[in-house]
Each structure stands twice: as C-alpha cells, then as structure tokens.
C-alpha cells in the first residue's frame, strides 16, 4: 500500500511537492486554510476589473514546466507564457526612463558604462551557476551536498561568490553612473532584503532577469496557481480546502499524522508549507524549537495599492518603476520599522498584456511600495500617509491627477498579506538575507529531530520566491524519496 502524506498549505511550494509526491506513487493529502489554493499567488475583483494581489515577475518558467512533465496526463493543461521584450520600464528622478530591453541599447548610458553592464551580467552569470547547485538546487544541510563536484568549485571560488561583500558596494565598484547602481541594487528588494546589508553574492538575481529573461503567463500570474491545481486534481492528490491544520503530532521524535478540525489522521510523513514560525509555535507547540533560526529577522513586506484607473496611459508598461532620488534613505526607513516620504514606486498593470483584467478604456494598477514587517505599527495610518505621498510622486512623475482617475480602491498592508496567507510579520519572504551567513541560517528542509517531518516553501531553504519556492519543493521531493529507498 502506498505511504501516506500530509502537505500542509498550499502555496506555490505546497502544491509542486503535492503534485511531485503523488507523482512518485505516495497518496497524498493537501490541506490548505483557505478556501482557494495558491497562498500567495491570489486575486481580487474589484467592479470590472481583476488583480493579482502577489506576485508579479515570473522567473526560471522550466521549473513549471517540469511539473507537466512529470505526469502525460498533465499534456491537456494549457500553461503559456510569453518572454518579456521589454521588463521594466524605470523613471529616473531627474526624469530620464530606461525601457529595459537589452542593456546593450540602454542609450542613456555611456559606451563605457555599457561594457560594464555586459561583464557584470556575464560575472553574475558564472556566479550563478556556480552558487545554484549547492545554494538553492540541493538541501545545504545534507552531507552529500557537500561531497559533490559543485561543493568543492564553490568552496575552491569562495572569494568569486561575492559573500565578502554588499550588494551596494560591489555595484558602486562597477559602475560610475548612479542610476546604474540604484537599478542594480533594486533587485536586494526581490527577496525582501536591503542592498546596504545583503552580500553581493545575490546580485546573481540580475543574471536571471538580463540573461535568462523575465516571463509572463498568458493568462496573468494567477495561470501558475491554476495550472498547479489542474495537476493536483488530475494526478489524484486529495485535496482539502477551508481545512486548517491545528497540530502535528508527533511520538517518539517520529511524526504520526495530523490534526484538523478537532480530527485525528493518520500519516507517514508530514510536510509543511507553512511559513516555519507558525509551524513550530502553533502546529508544534510541545516541541523544542530552534530559537536561534526563528529569531533571524524577518524580509521587508509591501503595501499594495489595487486602483482601477480610468484612461490609458501609453508611457506605462507592464512593470514600471518609478525610483526615488534617495534609496539609501529609503531603506534606512524601512530598517527603522518606517515609511520613506519619498519611497520607490512600483506600477504593474496586468491589463497592459491581458486586456480583460480592466473593462475598455481602463488599466489595472497594482501600485506597490516597500515597506518594513509588521512590528505592531498602526498601519491604518501609514497607509493613509502613504497614500498621499504615492499619488504627489505619481502625478508629478507622470504629470497626470492620478487621484481624479482611481475609479475602483482596494489597499492591502503587511496584516492583509499576514492574515492571508500565514505570513510570520506578513515579512514576503521569510527572513532576509542581510548578512552572509543568512543562507546557513534559513531551515532546512527537513527535522533533524522528528523523523519524517518535512519543510518547503518562502520561509525555509533556499528562499522566497517562486523559483526557490519551486526548488524547495524539489528538494523535499528527493528527501522523502532517497530516505524511503535506503529503508526498502
Ligand atoms: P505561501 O504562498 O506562503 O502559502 C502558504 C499557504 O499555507 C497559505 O495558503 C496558507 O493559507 C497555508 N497555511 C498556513 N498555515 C496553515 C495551516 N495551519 N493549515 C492549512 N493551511 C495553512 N515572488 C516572485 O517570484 N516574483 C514576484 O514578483 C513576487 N512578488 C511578490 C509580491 C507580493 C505582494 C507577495 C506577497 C509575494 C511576492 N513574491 C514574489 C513572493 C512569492 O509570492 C512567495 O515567495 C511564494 O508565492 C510563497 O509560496 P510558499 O510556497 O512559501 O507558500
């Protein structure tokens, strides 16, 4: 008979290790809080028009891709996405724009700076493919990661990984132009971190963007939470919605099953997705936690302006950002628990490229600040205030009355994004990465003291993010898989 398993939550991460496992012939269960799958890949209708409310820039698509793969039943489910020409377009203070393409047409910099771009692109990407097989691929807490042939070139490369280092200073060395430097150092903010702190290590997520390309699915970002819960209910995982876990239970340092809704299961192996705090202080409360890896702090969160606006406005694309004149201030706010006046805004406007998301005539903005995890601030009147800073920037930046053309107002703040989808702080990736040790410092992907008890998702290794979200969920894969082998 086949082993049972568990899966709690079903975020990006929950579903592929879902679909994976029941793939590999284990009868699995899915249990998710929420009435729909997807975690932090959701949307909202407000009137006519429709929004993604988390995730907007969609990396490394293989990784999807190999989902279908694995089952041919899989082959009727229609998941496309188009590589983006253009990714973002950015508006400089002093109000010069990129439109991203090819760095090598950036024309607002000099011939020299543009050589510079093409070797720190081709440097980063070296350093990916050196950092990615033990960094994020394979668990980092298991012994044979580190008697592998890529352990050893990394270890032999250390000093080429950039750990020594921060992002900002590494970019301030290769660039002599600022507005190069701030957009190089935007991308600490896709994984919550701060460019100041984080090492530069992770200026390997510009080599995804530039080299590797940035996607869009057909169908908008809510396509890859479709997709995945198409294969969840082909391939015959069980799945349970509305269903919040109240405990794991555990004997023996062995995991027996689970609890929901005052009823006991019975399970093999338990695998969490969600976020690592919560799993231990709610689901384990009898068991000891490791202080030390849940005490890291926690990546900045964001806050959300869904507008329906009415008009169109041709200068925008489908990602835009419009940077402020003053980053490093911006980030010391954040790192105080605060709010810059002046922050970076950031505009995604689905309906750019799905023109059903806003009614004719109309656009769907999703106008995203960053801002820090919830430390108990009062964000009912951050909100307010931010508010009206953002519509001053937009209006002076675009030379429009933003205000007069919001038509249609959701606001979503770091206790929206905590209360939906079990985020710790509502933080949007889990811990940052503002130190060199961070990696070390995430959770692993499995107990080292309660067997057959397993993590995966934006709060344990290797990161948040949908790409690293899909890796963990590999990860867990072949540990359940190459641990049940060695026992048969
Ligand atoms: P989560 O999405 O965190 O889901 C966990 C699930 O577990 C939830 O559905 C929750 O309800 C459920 N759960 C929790 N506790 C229980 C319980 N006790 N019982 C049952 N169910 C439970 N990533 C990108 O790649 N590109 C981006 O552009 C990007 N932008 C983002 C913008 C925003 C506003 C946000 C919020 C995130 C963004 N991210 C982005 C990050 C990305 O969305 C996440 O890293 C990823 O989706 C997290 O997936 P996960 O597997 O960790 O699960």
């Known amino acids: 008979m086949a082993k049972k398993i568990a899966v709690i939550g079903s ?3 929950g579903m592929a290790a879902a679909i994976r496992l029941q793939c590999r012939g284990y009868d699995v269960t899915l249990y998710e809080k929420n009435d729909t799958l997807g975690g932090k890949i959701s949307e909202i209708q407000l009137g006519k028009f429709r929004f993604d409310t988390g995730p907007s820039l969609f990396t490394l698509p293989h990784l999807v891709d190999e989902l279908i793969l694995l089952n ?3 082959n009727i489910i229609d998941f496309s996405y188009q590589k983006l020409d253009k990714v973002t377009k950015y508006f400089y203070e002093n109000d010069t724009f990129i439109s991203n393409d090819n760095p090598h047409n950036w024309d607002l910099f000099s011939p020299n700076n543009k050589n ?3 070797n720190y692109l081709q440097k980063n990407k070296l350093r990916y493919e050196l950092a990615a097989p033990i960094f994020l691929q394979n668990s980092l807490h298991s012994i044979h990661t580190y008697f592998s042939k890529y352990a050893w070139n990394a270890l032999l490369k250390l000093h080429s990984l950039g750990i020594f280092q921060t992002m900002h200073e590494e970019n301030m060395s290769n660039f002599d132009d600022m507005r190069i430097v701030q957009l190089f150092d935007r991308y600490a903010t896709y994984n919550g971190s701060d460019p100041y702190r984080t090492p530069a290590t992770l200026n390997i997520i510009s080599h995804l963007e530039h080299n590797l390309g940035a996607y869009y699915p057909t169908q908008g970002m809510i396509a890859i939470r479709n997709a995945m819960s198409e294969m969840i209910k082909i391939c015959g995982v069980v799945c349970s ?3 919040e876990v109240s405990q794991i239970l555990v004997n023996n340092n062995k995991v027996k099953g689970l609890i929901v809704n005052n009823i006991h299961y019975e399970y093999d192996y338990v695998v969490s997705n969600a976020d690592i705090c919560h799993t231990y202080r709610k689901l384990l409360p009898t068991i000891k936690a490791p202080e030390r890896i849940l005490a890291q702090p926690k990546s900045s969160s964001a806050m959300i302006f869904h507008w329906g606006v009415q008009g169109t406005h041709p200068d925008l694309e489908l990602h835009n950002i419009l940077f402020t004149d003053n980053y490093k201030s911006e980030f010391e706010h954040i790192r105080q628990g605060n709010i810059y006046s002046k922050p970076t805004i950031y505009i995604y406007i689905s309906s750019k490229v799905k023109k059903d998301d806003a009614p004719a ?4 903005w999703f106008v995203m600040i960053n801002v820090p995890h919830d430390q108990g601030q009062d964000w009912h009147m951050l909100a307010q205030n931010a508010k009206e800073n953002v519509v001053k920037i937009i209006n002076k930046r675009l030379n429009i009355n933003i205000e007069d053309r919001i038509i249609a107002e959701q606001i ?9 989808t079990g985020a710790y702080l509502g933080a ?13 410092l995430r959770h692993a992907n499995y107990s080292t003291d309660i067997k057959g008890l397993y993590f995966c998702g934006g709060s344990v290794h290797p990161g948040g993010g949908i790409p690293l979200c899909l890796y963990s969920a590999q990860i867990v894969d072949k540990l359940i898989w190459s641990y049940d082998k060695s026992k048969s």
């Open 361 to 364: 005539g109309c656009e769907n």
């Open 72 to 74: 041919e039943k899989f």
């Open 412 to 420: 979503r703040t770091p206790l929206h994004i905590a209360q939906e």
């Open 11 to 13: 975020g990006v991460g």
């Open 241 to 243: 919605t509305g269903a």
């Open 428 to 440: 949007l990736y889990g811990n940052s990465s503002n130190n060199m040790f961070s990696a070390f």
């Open 116 to 118: 510079r771009i093409v």
